[in-house]
């Protein structure tokens, strides 16, 4: 069973913020996204702010880094 994410939300609203600041993303930025949904049960805040960023990324505002 998925458990409610509490100590991650600040860490995501963090991240959220300096990736949109830089305009890059990393690949370990990509994996702290990628166990957020695999580990934990996220909120509707926080699928909205992972939605938003993959906007950006697919609109080509953030760029994608190895």
Not at 27 to 38: A, E, G, K, P, V
């Amino acid at each position: 069973m998925l458990t409610p994410i509490t100590p991650s939300a600040t860490t995501l609203s963090e991240l959220a913020a300096q990736v949109w600041n830089s305009g890059k993303i990393s690949s370990q930025d990509r994996q702290f996204l990628r166990s957020l949904f695999t580990e934990h049960l996220p909120s509707e805040e926080e699928i909205a702010a992972v939605d938003r960023l993959l906007h950006a990324i697919r609109r080509g505002w953030i760029q994608m880094l190895e």
